[in-house]
């Protein structure tokens, strides 16, 4: 934010500045491409012939013109391309006229002239399908342009209906159905981590669509782009050179029928700044509490000590209930470009988004099931149940400014970016734990539950593009910077234990729990740098391109998780179950009563760790054509990675013999990953294509540890990859994967196309979190190599108007992609050993088994509706994925599969006014009010509930205007 | 940890080693140039009475070293090595043996060849106190008079015996989760802790005031610490080879992970094959203000048995304050005798996994959990089930509500129970039997409780407070004296349930 306030008074003057300069005359813009490739004509000649003037593009296919108001005939040419000449360009005074991608095709015989109107809609979907026919490798993508349309405001809601992309919890992306581990998540080509510490992709809902210009989801690698990735890499590519003016501002509410307005939704007092999306210090870590000895009535500290610091801690444990609000969401968007230094360009843009929402779910569920022991009993048993009431409160604030420069040969762009995203959530549940279940006791528990989550990301980028001799020889180099911080600042948990004769709820530490209060902290540094290299020449009369460059990154992360029990010095007061009884003056410890807080957090902190990762690569591509009809991609790249880890386990902390890593390298490897894609022209606009690569998966920082992390919201232990523990040796290693794609396409008309793709993947040591067997009465998970597996997949994609049945219904078209998957792993012998313990009678346990993430099938559809003349946009859009094993089983414990979430939204988008000034779009999602679950599956047996929840119903309105 | 600690971390070390720098420049001139010999004077020490110290002496002699001698208050001392004759600098060990706790010094005289002498002494803090941070991996002995800090979760690895003698205290440092200090007996090591009637073996909070003195002169009690005050550290875990019923059963033999100990220690796997086997012996011990939280649901009981086998001796144990169980066990076949648990956090007695072994002699005063909780197998193994026998319930105190929790597949025979201290709430009972009690009524292998004693409150019925049909084995008492079932109280005269007269109070 900072940032911004720097070059507001710069951007501003920019702006005052290029309004008047040219107010007597009009502007004409455009972008001249090549039809074939996309890809943009240097030097084309644009010419008008009434004024004896003219232009030629520059490097990036642009041009500009400044003309009286008047009606011009543009005539483009160049050479060994079609001339064009369009029509009718209208030029108005003090107004930025702006034709857009115009197309030359590559003339073949010669050279008759074509002439279009200017009143040919340029959408640069177009574009992104060109490209991606044009590509050498498998791609997809979305474009801005798509944005409006399907009505989506965040980033993972557009991916949503990109072929073989689906999108977990609204957040995470996975394309093709592989799980987490298996797809890379990049801004503007360079890294960016995570923000969740369990998981490898970013939550890419914090972009809002009015930052991004495309997104691009690269299915099958290339030298240029990083190694670890299997699924695909997503691309977010910030918006840039503004081609015309902009100042929009926009405006959506979202209203929730069973979510808002609600007067039961459950809140708790913050800070003042949580509709800004942080925290300003009321959930802040009380003094000294971080230090490894705490005041406490054993700990030396006077009674007056004690009472301090136990004040210290914000009393508030349990919500209130209030009436929320809708969502609603604004945001602003300013740019544009102008001329200094005679033909120099500068450009800028800054964009503001704020995003508000409520959600509120009256029936959230969550179960840990169990198998029976006896192989003739089917039915799951419950240990715990939990349901209840759970209220969420979040905040997006975004704000991201950019400038380009560009001169006749080179580009140069500096972009600053900051999201701040803060999520307040409370719940109340009613715990049902069964003694029924082995190792369980049997209780009843009245539970309240605060949370806070706080993220950001600031990015910082400078790019350079330099061109040599007339664009053959490319120079593209980029170093950015990227922090990101996540911090869960006092999750508090307040359990009841009930009483069952009518008596008052009391805490048990055998059954519900004492209250309990965390910290958890999240930091990341990311440098990248990047250098591309291409060279334009001709191999065998036909063009090609040599690429090769390098980059280097370096991260460095770190993560503290601090935990505080409460305990009572002797008897508990008398409670009656409202959470704000409990921390009152006369309850605590050295004010007459016995309430203390005990710090679980030894010095120094198995719950805590700091990684670091150096990793260097170089790589050189080709790419050329044996003969005009295939073109051949060649590269090799090589990564030299290193991860060190400073880490200890809970034996060391204590000061005993246990493993300490301070700095030391757990992971060291040269790799080199080959890669090749043949695309072969069957006819016009249809192409064949093969690809080979190899990729890696590489264990997270926390996997390659000792750490211990006792997760304070799922309540699972999480132990790092390097103990041995039973049959595990302790040497967790990558994964290595080979991947093999086939994929046949045809281009038909204006963004119509149909693609078929067939997909192999092996795995050798994929990594899977496998449950401890051992450890029955708590959960725990340990990162392991599993046995080798093997991924099968078919993918189809659609796109087509339905002006081929009928001309009156040319403006409604389909939109379908469906990816379906099998895959096999390995189990483990101990897996095996356990599964087949757990083995009922009529049941038949395998050695193999679906892998954890891969889900078997996804179809993202849509049936929309599109006429550009009228300025209407509408559709349907439907996405599913299939049934999907997301925690592994065995033993005591069944399979928790991921239920299909059918998702059916409308959206319907308007331009209004004859200049299409502004717009108004209508939203309905999840149409057919489907659940999210995630269900147990035993043998023989009902599912039973991992967890549900109910979003409902949503109708939202949205406004635009475009000044 | 955080990457901004980091720089200010690089700043300051920065800073420090320029004054580091310009400090030593100060320094450097005194002592090389003298004539006379030079003894530096060590950093204090801290010892333990009978504990050998080495303390080293940094010596200087320019003049070349002929003798030194050393003289020791406190304590005895030798000199275990010294320079070679004629040296010119060097260092002289000397071992320091404390005999009472104070203060220690260790005086050492130096003379070199012209005769020319200089001294120093060493101070060395004796307490009886000895902190325990490792495991044990050979056979230990913990001493009488002494005070054992358990710096964490101590294991007496498989191989190793641990002797504690009669008297002797242990304390566990304060903490919870991972932080959560215990004694954890391996499988196949030996715990040989026998206390005596007059001497019992003491396990407690450091915060616990208690000293060997006062278990001398009779005070088992502590002085400073009330008999509710739990979760102060962990608990006492012993575990063997015998036959436990879990889920994870391998070809031959289950055996699983203790709870409360992560998986990473696989010191914390129990259950075998081996009936008979033996972990040791652990008579006379009191465990007191234990039972630290480890995560949700997983806390350490006072005295956990998991897996143990009859071959070991476990007799006359007092459970008081755990924040868990007071004791449980985890399949295994041991018998266990005369057993006191007062003021337990959860449940008093508590089984699991196909336990075999036989339970006599219970006073259970004041739980705040059941008094009983009582499972069976969880895998496919199972045992011909346990028994406990005589046993003395005081219900009221700390909130429980049930005096038996059964479920069907509870593979328990009681016999010969005394229930009193029963409450009423609000004009219904405040204590019943669990509502699976039907269910395991209903087995099929013949598990059954019989002949239960219990004092009734005015107003309300036998059929009240034991539900579900176990009223049929009962029969109402006017009050303790009259009480011809339930355990022999007079065996607990070493529990400070008896010293502070607790059980007096509520006519035990």
């Known amino acids: 934010m900072k940032m911004i306030k720097k070059f507001l008074p710069i951007l501003l003057l920019a702006c005052s500045f290029s309004l008047n300069a040219f107010a007597q005359k009009g502007t004409l813009r455009g972008t001249i491409i090549d039809d074939e490739t996309a890809e943009p004509i240097f030097g084309a000649t644009i010419y008008i012939q009434s004024e004896g003037t003219g232009t030629t593009s520059d490097f990036d296919g642009k041009f500009e013109l400044q003309l009286d108001s008047g009606e011009y005939t543009l005539r483009i040419s160049y050479i060994s391309y079609q001339t064009i000449e369009i029509e009718d360009v209208e030029i108005d005074e003090g107004e930025i006229t702006n034709l857009g991608n115009i197309r030359l095709n590559p003339a073949i015989t010669e050279l008759e002239g074509v002439v279009v109107t200017s009143s040919r809609v340029t959408i640069s979907e177009a574009a992104i399908m060109t490209a991606k026919m044009n590509s050498a490798n498998v791609i997809d993508g979305i474009s801005a342009e798509a944005f409006s349309k399907i009505g989506v405001s965040d980033a993972a809601e557009a991916l949503k209906n990109v072929t073989g992309v689906s999108v977990e919890g609204g957040k995470y992306v996975y394309v093709r159905g592989l799980g987490d581990r298996y797809t890379q998540t990049m801004l503007n080509s360079v890294e960016i981590p995570s923000l969740d510490p369990d998981r490898n992709s970013l939550q890419i809902d914090i972009f809002p669509t009015n930052l991004i210009n495309n997104m691009v989801i690269t299915k099958t690698a290339v030298a240029e782009m990083p190694a670890n990735f299997t699924g695909g890499i997503v691309d977010i590519e910030t918006i840039d050179f503004p081609e015309e003016p902009i100042y929009d501002f926009s405006m959506s509410f979202d209203y929730n029928p069973d979510m808002h307005f609600n007067s039961d939704f459950l809140t708790y007092d913050g800070s003042n700044t949580d509709f800004l999306g942080f925290d300003s210090g009321a959930r802040e870590l009380p003094e000294g509490a971080g230090n490894s000895d705490i005041p406490s009535p054993i700990s030396g500290n006077s009674s007056q000590e004690v009472y301090d610091f136990v004040n210290g801690f914000n009393p508030t444990l349990g919500p209130y209930t209030a009436t929320n609000f809708a969502n609603y969401s604004a945001s602003f968007t300013l740019g544009n470009q102008y001329n200094v230094f005679d033909d120099k360009k500068l450009g800028y843009i800054m964009s503001l988004t704020y995003k508000s929402s409520s959600n509120h779910y009256s029936n959230y569920q969550l179960g840990e099931y169990q198998n029976q022991p006896d192989p003739t009993a089917y039915d799951l048993i419950y240990a715990t149940r939990q349901n209840g009431t759970l209220s969420e409160q979040s905040v997006l604030l975004g704000g991201l400014t950019g400038i380009a420069f560009k001169t006749d040969n080179s580009k140069y762009k500096l972009t600053a970016m900051h999201l701040q995203n803060g999520e307040s959530t409370a719940g109340n549940f009613f715990i049902d734990n069964s003694q029924d279940a082995p190792g369980q006791s049997g209780y009843t528990a009245d539970s309240y539950n605060l949370e806070y989550g706080q993220r950001s990301i600031t990015n910082l980028m400078l790019n350079g593009v330099n061109y040599f001799d007339n664009t053959n020889w490319e120079v593209n180099w980029r170093s950015a910077m990227t922090f990101s911080s996540m911090t869960d600042p006092d999750i508090r948990k307040t359990a009841y234990t009930l009483s069952l004769t009518g008596a008052n709820p009391r805490f048990n530490a055998g059954a519900g729990g004492f209250p309990s209060r965390i910290w958890r902290y999240m930091d990341e540094v990311n440098y990248a740098n990047r250098l591309d290299i291409t060279r334009e020449y001709d191999l065998l009369d036909m063009p090609a391109k040599l690429k090769f460059g390098g980059s280097y990154v370096y991260k460095e992360r770190d993560f503290e998780i601090l935990s505080f029990n409460m305990q009572f010095f002797g008897a508990q007061p008398t409670l009656e179950g409202n959470p704000s009884e409990i921390l009152v003056d006369e309850n605590i410890y050295g004010n007459g009563g016995t309430i203390y807080y005990q710090s679980g957090n030894p010095d120094p902190n198995p719950n805590a760790y700091n990684s670091n990762v150096n990793s260097y690569a170089a790589y050189v591509s080709n790419e050329f054509s044996l003969f005009e009809k295939l073109k051949i991609y060649v590269g090799l790249r090589a990564e030299q990675y290193t991860q060190r880890h400073t880490g200890r386990d809970a034996l060391f902390a204590q000061g005993g013999t246990g493993n300490n890593l301070d700095n030391e390298k757990v992971l060291d490897g040269l790799d080199l990953f080959p890669s090749t894609n043949l695309s072969y022209e069957l006819g016009e606009d249809q192409n064949l294509r093969l690809a080979y690569s190899r990729t890696i998966a590489r264990p997270s920082f926390k996997e390659l540890s000792f750490a211990q992390i006792l997760d304070p919201v799922s309540d699972r232990i999480f132990n790092g990859g390097l103990f041995a523990i039973g049959e595990w040796d302790g040497n967790l290693r990558e994964t290595y994967i080979n991947n093999i794609d086939l994929r046949w396409e045809k281009y038909m008309g204006l963004n119509e196309m149909f693609s078929a793709s067939l997909f192999y993947k092996s795995f050798q040591d994929p990594i899977e979190l496998v449950r401890i067997q051992v450890q029955q009465t708590s959960s725990e998970f340990q990162p392991r190599n599993v046995g080798d597996g093997e991924v099968y997949g078919a993918e189809f994609e659609i796109r087509k108007s339905l002006g081929f049945i009928s001309e009156s219904i040319r403006h409604f078209g389909i939109s379908t992609n469906v990816t379906l998957v099998r895959s096999v792993i390995d189990m483990t012998e101990q897996e095996f050993i356990a599964r087949n313990n757990g083995e009922k009678e009529g049941q038949n346990v395998d050695d193999t088994r679906d892998m954890a993430g891969q889900a078997p099938y996804i179809i993202n559809a849509g049936f929309t509706y599109d006429n550009a003349e009228a300025g209407l946009d509408a559709g349907f859009f439907y996405n599913v994925k299939g049934e999907t094993l997301t925690a592994v089983g065995g033993g005591l414990f069944p399979d928790v599969y991921s239920q299909p979430f059918h998702s059916l939204n409308f959206s319907l988008n308007k331009r209004l006014g004859e200049e299409g000034k502004s717009s108004v779009s209508l939203n309905v999602t999840n149409i057919l009010d489907d659940s999210r679950d995630e269900f147990y599956q035993g043998f023989n047996t009902a599912d039973q509930i991992f967890s549900s929840y109910n979003e409902h119903r949503s109708i939202s309105v949205g406004y635009k205007y475009s000044f | ?508």
């Open chain 2, 1 to 508: 940890m955080k990457l901004k600690d980091t720089l200010k971390y690089l700043a300051t070390i920065m800073l420090a080693s320029v004054l580091f720098i310009s400090c030593g420049d100060d320094n450097s001139n005194g002592a090389e140039q003298s004539e006379v010999p030079f003894v530096e004077t060590p950093a204090q020490s801290n010892g333990t009475v009978d504990e050998p110290v080495e303390i080293t002496f940094n010596i200087t002699v320019s003049g070349g070293y002929a003798s030194a001698s050393v003289t020791a208050e406190n304590g005895t001392a030798t000199i275990i090595s010294e320079p070679s004759v004629g040296a010119t600098s060097g260092t002289v060990v000397v071992e320091f043996i404390p005999t009472a706790i104070g203060s220690g010094t260790v005086e050492l005289e130096v003379t070199d060849s012209d005769g020319l002498t200089d001294d120093a002494t060493a101070i060395v803090n004796i307490s009886n106190t000895i902190v325990v941070t490792d495991n044990i991996t050979s056979d230990t002995i913990w001493k009488d008079g002494k005070t054992y800090v358990l710096g964490g979760r101590i294991t007496v690895e498989a191989g190793a015996t641990l002797e504690i003698e009669p008297g002797v205290i242990i304390k566990g440092e304060a903490g919870t989760g991972s932080n959560a200090s215990a004694l954890l007996v391996a499988r196949d090591a030996t715990l040989l802790a026998d206390g005596s009637p007059t001497q019992p073996i003491i396990f407690t909070s450091v915060a616990d005031e208690i000293t060997p003195e006062d278990v001398d002169a009779g005070n088992f009690g502590s002085p400073n610490l009330d008999a509710n005050i739990n979760g102060l550290w962990g608990g006492v875990i012993v575990l063997g080879n015998a036959p436990i019923s879990a889920s994870n059963e391998g070809t031959d033999i289950s055996e699983i992970q203790i709870e409360g100990i992560p998986s990473s220690d696989t010191n914390g796997l129990y259950g075998g094959n081996d009936p008979t086997d033996s972990s040791g012996s652990l008579t006379y011990i009191t465990i007191r203000h234990g039972g630290a939280n480890i995560g949700e649901g997983n806390e350490i009981n006072g005295l956990t048995l998991g897996g143990v086998g009859n071959g070991t001796v476990v007799e006359n144990i007092e459970i008081v304050a755990n924040q868990d169980d007071g004791v449980e066990f985890f399949g295994g076949t041991v018998n266990v005798t005369n057993v006191l648990v007062w003021n337990s956090g959860d449940d008093s007695i508590d089984s699991d996994q196909a336990w075999s072994g036989t339970l006599d002699n219970v006073v259970i005063v004041s739980p705040s959990g059941s008094a009983f909780e009582l499972d069976g197998p969880e895998g496919s193994f199972t045992s011909t089930g346990h028994t406990i026998q005589n046993t003395t319930v005081y219900m009221e105190g700390n909130g429980s509500e049930l005096m038996i929790d059964v479920d069907a597949n509870t593979d328990v025979n009681m016999n010969n129970l005394f229930f009193f201290g029963l409450g009423v709430n609000e004009g219904s009972p405040a204590h019943v039997i669990s509502d699976d009690y039907t269910d395991y009524a209903s087995n099929t292998n013949g598990y059954s409780i019989t002949n239960i004693e219990a004092v009734i409150p005015n107003g309300l019925t036998v059929a009240d407070y034991f539900t579900g049909g176990l009223d049929a084995e009962v029969t109402a008492v006017n009050d303790v004296a009259s009480a011809t079932v339930g355990a022999d109280a007079s065996v607990f005269g070493f529990t400070w349930a008896s010293v502070s007269g607790a059980l007096n109070d509520i006519g035990l």
